[in-house]
């Protein structure tokens, strides 16, 4: 039998963390593991409860969501982070994005949306609302500065030909399964080369990566 996904919620309002904690209570395949007020809690809190991904709100009155993040996604197999927002500015989910959240939705995301969005990130596939999603590709589209165009073309020539090109594929929003298809390659190759890239790179996760790709792009 399939072990349930692990979740930590982490909100400074105790009516959502209580709604949330009830509403993923409703899936068979996904177990609440705590749930905190604070960012200054969460690396105490994933210590003890050893989450795969952290329900993250964006804006809190200690230590904020952004910053939350980047201290998880620096630890030793840290676990997979969807940042939960009101806002959806770019700036807000740029941030996200390069903090090195998988997964950003707004808050009136539906129960369903939300259980698949810890389902997917759980399996190593990013998950962005679908107007979040437009506007991270729409990035692609504008020109990057060229320091960190240039920073990023490096970036990729550290790669092989054949990690350079899951990386090509990353950037365009592939899933692993698409670009074992594309590579004609089996998935467990396609996560072997992820692997590679991502510690080549020094990155923690795939939608790093994608922005990566796009800043090259240019």
């Given at each position: 039998?399939?072990?349930?996904?692990?979740?930590?919620?982490?909100?400074?309002?105790?009516l959502?963390?209580?709604?949330?904690?009830?509403?993923?209570?409703?899936?068979?395949?996904?177990?609440?593991?705590?749930?905190?007020?604070?960012?200054?809690?969460?690396?105490?809190?994933?210590?003890?409860?050893?989450?795969?991904?952290?329900?993250?709100?964006?804006?809190?009155?200690?230590?904020?969501?952004?910053?939350?993040?980047?201290?998880?996604?620096?630890?030793?197999?840290?676990?997979?982070?969807?940042?939960?927002?009101?806002?959806?500015?770019?700036?807000?989910?740029?941030?996200?994005?390069?903090?090195?959240?998988?997964?950003?939705?707004?808050?009136?995301?539906?129960?369903?949306r939300?259980?698949?969005?810890?389902?997917?990130?759980?399996?190593?596939e990013?998950?962005?609302?679908?107007?979040?999603?437009?506007?991270?590709?729409?990035?692609?589209?504008?020109?990057?500065?060229?320091?960190?165009?240039?920073?990023?073309?490096?970036?990729?020539?550290?790669?092989s030909?054949?990690?350079?090109?899951?990386?090509?594929?990353?950037?365009?929003?592939?899933?692993?399964?698409?670009?074992?298809?594309?590579?004609?390659?089996?998935?467990a190759?396609?996560?072997?080369?992820?692997?590679?890239?991502?510690?080549?790179?020094?990155?923690?996760?795939?939608?790093?990566?994608?922005?990566?790709?796009?800043?090259?792009?240019?």
């Amino acid at each position: 039998m399939t072990l349930p996904v692990r979740v930590l919620i982490v909100d400074d309002d105790a009516l959502v963390r209580a709604g949330l904690t009830m509403m993923l209570g409703e899936f068979d395949d996904i177990e609440v593991v705590g749930a905190v007020a604070d960012g200054t809690e969460v690396v105490g809190a994933v210590t003890r409860a050893r989450p795969h991904v952290v329900l993250m709100d964006i804006r809190m009155a200690g230590l904020d969501g952004i910053t939350a993040t980047e201290q998880l996604r620096a630890r030793s197999e840290p676990p997979e982070v969807i940042i939960r927002t009101t806002f959806d500015t770019d700036r807000h989910i740029r941030l996200a994005l390069r903090a090195g959240a998988s997964g950003f939705l707004l808050k009136h995301t539906p129960p369903e949306r939300i259980a698949h969005a810890v389902r997917q990130v759980a399996a190593g596939e990013p998950m962005l609302s679908s107007n979040v999603f437009r506007r991270v590709m729409a990035f692609a589209a504008e020109p990057a500065a060229d320091p960190r165009r240039h920073r990023a073309q490096a970036m990729l020539q550290r790669l092989s030909p054949g990690e350079r090109q899951v990386a090509l594929l990353v950037g365009e929003g592939r899933t692993n399964q698409e670009i074992a298809v594309e590579m004609v390659m089996s998935t467990a190759t396609v996560k072997a080369y992820m692997s590679r890239i991502l510690t080549k790179l020094d990155l923690t996760n795939r939608v790093q990566v994608a922005l990566v790709v796009q800043d090259a792009a240019g």
